[in-house]
């Protein structure tokens, strides 16, 4: 299986620390609000390779924190007149509804880092005493210049930083690169800790290195997020983490890219991304799984309704194939197997490799939908009322198989719409299009399709069909 390593700027086989043991730490959300759909992207792809590893056999040490001391935080409570903590308790909560939406497991430890501050003071002490950190009336930096491999990760060389970094006035650093490492309790905030430095709190860059080296060791097989991450948070967690244990910290970075909102790059000044929570009220969050495994996780993908439409209907074709199989075995008799049933269960394993194939290539989710999606097709074409039930359950066996790697069909359809209910939509259609209400026709015609239902307008009337 190869990777690409960001570390080296190419695809590598991957090699585990521990034969047959995974080592993951993937960065998780600031808890103080709903995550977006930018979020989302890094959580389903690593959830997605946390999966295929899991296929092929390994116990994945799987670690996702929870952000929850942050300015952002504090404001928020300000705001609400509540508290830092309940309102990180609010959003932790809320992570899990939107993230079970999205397919996406529980990972093995979600440590907080209001849980792992003295594992944090403890990270910091060996810094100081190794000569990386230094203390200035309370507040704790680490001093870049010691550490001769920054910029390894991002390629950035050190000169060309402190060249393009803000100098701030009457700076207390040493340098304008250095970074806080424990920050002195301001006068109104409500999140202090005790500590070697006075009371305070742990910078942000800390709290990763911290929380993976308490959960997963000094050096890890995996570390996962967004490539808006490189540069400055993992270029940092390298050093700080790499200057205390004195071991290479992660064999093996990988980063998903960025999302564009309507072929422009999501930002919140533009006000054009959007809370996968307010996505929900329009679409199941399973396409929004899809839509993201569509695409190869290191290329932009371009986020738009229109395109969740189109990954609605084709999450329908394959959840018709499912019901269909599900169906043809409900009815199915034992009878043997036919030369060409034959034929057709043997041919079955190459989409299985096909399937591996692609996400043994750096994890080529959009060939391995295309994969699922062929092997739909070729079930459809083959299987049928007539088929034997061995035919039909191995069918299902090696479809479920596949689909269950990437996280997809995992739920029972609730929303069957019944023929009385489609009936009756057609005809309040009708009656739309003769008081030329062709927006509410419209509307009907395409609710129906996202359902799995397709209207077709024929002499002899309105005829519908399941999409196949």
Not at 32 to 54: C, K, M, S, V, W
């Amino acid at each position: 299986m190869k990777l690409y390593n960001t570390l080296t700027r190419k695809k590598e086989e991957f090699v585990p620390i521990n034969e047959g043991e995974v080592n993951m730490y993937v960065c998780g959300p600031t808890v103080y609000n709903f995550f977006h759909i930018g979020n989302a992207r890094p959580f389903i792809i690593f959830d997605t390779l946390r999966r295929y590893l899991e296929y092929k056999g390994y116990k994945v040490n799987y670690v996702q924190n929870f952000t929850d001391i942050d300015d952002k935080i504090i404001n928020k409570a300000k705001e609400e007149h509540t508290t830092s903590k309940a309102v990180a308790d609010k959003y932790i909560k809320e992570y899990f509804t939107d993230a079970k939406g999205l397919g996406i497991k529980e990972a093995t430890v979600h440590p907080r880092v209001s849980e792992c501050i003295g594992d944090i003071i403890d990270l910091i002490s060996d810094l100081e005493k190794n000569g990386y950190a230094y203390n200035v009336d309370g507040n704790v930096y680490y001093r870049v210049s010691k550490f001769k491999d920054y910029g390894k990760l991002s390629k950035k060389p050190i000169d060309e930083l402190i060249s393009g970094a803000r100098v701030e006035v009457n700076d207390e650093k040493e340098s304008p690169l250095d970074f806080a490492l424990w920050k002195k309790q301001k006068e109104d905030s409500e999140i202090a800790f005790d500590s070697p430095w006075g009371k305070g709190r742990p910078g942000w860059h800390i709290e990763c290195s911290a929380m993976s080296r308490k959960y997963l060791g000094s050096t890890i097989d995996i570390h996962g997020g967004g490539e808006d991450l490189i540069f400055p948070h993992h270029e940092n967690e390298i050093a700080q983490s790499e200057g205390a244990n004195g071991k290479d910290f992660v064999h093996y970075f990988v980063h998903n890219g960025y999302i564009n909102i309507n072929n422009e790059k999501m930002s919140k000044s533009k006000g054009n991304f959007f809370m996968v929570r307010d996505i929900s009220k329009d679409f199941d969050l399973e396409v929004v799984r899809l839509f993201m495994l569509s695409a190869h996780y290191k290329t932009p993908v371009n986020f738009s309704f229109d395109i969740l439409k189109q990954t609605q209907s084709g999450l329908n074709r394959l959840y018709n194939t499912k019901e269909n199989l599900l169906y043809l075995l409900d009815k199915a008799k034992d009878k043997d197997l036919k030369e060409d049933e034959k034929e057709f269960i043997n041919s079955l394993p190459k989409y299985r490799e096909e399937f591996k194939n692609a996400m043994e290539d750096d994890i080529n989710t959009a060939n391995a939908v295309s994969t699922i999606y062929d092997l739909s097709k070729d079930i459809n074409s083959n299987v049928n009322e007539n088929s034997s039930k061995e035919m039909i359950m191995k069918s299902y066996e090696m479809y479920m198989e596949l689909n269950g790697v990437l996280g997809l069909l995992t739920k029972e359809k609730e929303d069957e719409i019944l023929e009385d209910e489609i009936i009756e939509l057609i005809e309040k259609r009708q009656n739309a299009r003769k008081n030329k209400d062709f927006a509410l026709a419209d509307k009907i015609r395409d609710d129906l399709l996202d359902k799995g239902i397709v209207l077709e307008d024929t002499r002899e009337g309105v005829k519908w069909h399941k999409e196949k």
